[in-house]
């Protein structure tokens, strides 16, 4: 079984530019999220997919970050204008809502470095 | 403020001994918790989980103890082998509330040869 492809892996920007992340998650899985993981920090959740609808952007600094799952399966997510505090890894996950298993399957991730 | 916490930024074991990851949260709304472990420039990955309605959980090596009245969770890992050298992150949510976890900082283990 294929496991949740990201690219880029590493993206060097200035800041005030524009940068997009792709995510392919695992065939079948219907829930999707993008974190960002700052150095030293744990993983914290930007934004949750249910099929193509949102279950939870609460933390998603909206007025210069964007995702979108269309057809519910790949998902982009943008970041414009990018500031320097925005460097980090961005992790892509999915899982299975099955109820049973909690399980999310994290992708290796892109290091994205603003200066 | 960090809902869940990892004291430890780093720990160090000799092989064949025990590794112990210690994890505290601080809402007691809580009640499902997960270990995942991260090797470098990987994403991390899932190891076990344990369910408020337990107070152990075990697989193979691994085994997760919670103390709900203490609001505190540890891994413990018999024996340590050099492989299980990673960032461990403990994470923490709500049963039935969309998957939605909260992650504590990590701490890196070093298993010694």
């Known amino acids: 079984e294929a496991g949740v492809a990201q690219s880029p892996r590493y993206k060097i920007i200035e800041k005030r530019q524009s940068v997009a992340f792709w995510c392919n998650p695992i065939s079948g899985h219907a829930t999707l999220y993008w974190y960002q993981q700052i150095l030293g920090q744990g993983p914290k959740l930007l934004i949750q997919?249910?099929?193509?609808?949102?279950?939870?952007d609460s933390q998603l600094p909206k007025d210069r970050f964007s995702a979108e799952r269309l057809k519910g399966v790949d998902s982009t997510l943008k970041i414009q204008p990018a500031k320097l505090e925005d460097s980090a890894v961005y992790l892509c996950?999915?899982?299975?809502?099955?109820?049973?298993?909690?399980?999310?399957?994290f992708g290796p991730g892109t290091r994205l470095t603003v200066t | 403020d960090q809902q869940v916490k990892q004291n430890s930024p780093s720990l160090s074991v000799q092989e064949g001994r025990i590794s112990i990851l210690n994890c505290d949260y601080t809402?007691?709304?809580?009640?499902?918790f997960l270990w995942y472990k991260k090797y470098p420039a990987e994403g991390p990955t899932f190891l076990i989980s344990i369910s408020s309605i337990k107070d152990k959980n075990e697989d193979g090596r691994f085994t997760v103890f919670l103390n709900k009245s203490a609001k505190h969770l540890s891994l413990h890992i018999v024996p340590s082998q050099p492989g299980d050298s990673a960032v461990y992150f403990c994470a923490a949510g709500l049963d039935n509330y969309g998957q939605n976890f909260v992650f504590g900082p990590g701490t890196r283990l070093s298993v010694l040869p």
């Open positions: 996950a999915s899982s299975l809502n099955s109820g049973v298993s909690y399980e999310q399957y």
């Open positions: 809402n007691s709304m809580f009640d499902y």
């Open positions: 997919f249910q099929n193509n609808g949102v279950v939870d």
